[in-house]
């Protein structure tokens, strides 16, 4: 179930979070992700925020299909890149063999850890065979909410792998790092790319 609080907190805080990503350089591991795509193929950019992913893979000759539950995200997504983002919660992901990608770059972590496996599972079926997945998410424990009042789930990596394999993926590749986020907290994270089996 979407939590309805987190979703307030990027409403109000559209503009700090632009100021935070939209000055950062293109993601390598967004470049790495691309290069396992080819010309056309269809990406599903999974909790898009302002879509600046989206607006990369447009250019590098992807297609893509820009969702998030924040309004105001969507709004800001459409009117800096006109990119038809549009307004959908993780649970409304209810497609088969649709994309040849999902792009799901810190979003799950705002997922409630009791329904990771069905939205990972509904991704799975969302992708083609041999799709690729990349899941990039918090390391820790347990969960909690930050001084917005966004919900994060975190986990561990085995714990990760056991939830991606259990929906039928296999893992390609995990990078490790840690960085600064909105609430000025450095914390550690997980870049998994998977391949949907
Ligand atoms: C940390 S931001 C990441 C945004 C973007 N993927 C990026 O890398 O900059 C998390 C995004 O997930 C969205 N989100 C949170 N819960 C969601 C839900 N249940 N369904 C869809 N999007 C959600 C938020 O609105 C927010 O835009």
Redesign the pocket.
């Known amino acids: 179930m979407?939590?309805q609080k987190?979703?307030q907190a990027?409403n109000g805080q559209v503009d700090n979070?632009l100021k935070m990503?939209g000055e950062l350089e293109v993601d390598p591991i967004l470049l790495r992700f691309i290069d396992r795509l080819k010309a056309n193929d269809y990406v599903l950019?999974?909790?898009?925020?302002?879509a600046?992913?989206s607006a990369v893979m447009r250019d590098k000759g992807l297609r893509v299909d820009p969702?998030?539950?924040?309004a105001g995200?969507v709004q800001l997504a459409n009117d800096k890149f006109n990119i038809a983002a549009r307004q959908?919660?993780?649970?409304d992901i209810d497609t088969t063999n649709m994309y040849q990608g999902v792009w799901a770059?810190?979003?799950l972590?705002?997922?409630q850890t009791e329904d990771l496996a069905a939205i990972l599972l509904a991704l799975h079926t969302a992708l083609v065979t041999n799709g690729v997945l990349h899941l990039?998410m918090k390391l820790g424990q347990g969960a909690k909410r930050d001084k917005y009042d966004r919900y994060y789930a975190y986990y561990s990596q085995s714990e990760l792998e056991s939830y991606v394999t259990g929906a039928g993926f296999s893992v390609l590749q995990v990078e490790l790092g840690e960085s600064l986020g909105m609430a000025g907290d450095i914390e550690p994270w997980i870049v998994l790319s998977c391949i949907a089996q």
């Open positions: 979407t939590d987190t979703i990027y979070y990503v950019d999974l909790g898009c925020g302002p600046i992913a969702v998030d539950a924040a995200m959908a919660q993780f649970s770059n810190f979003s972590l705002h997922a990039g």
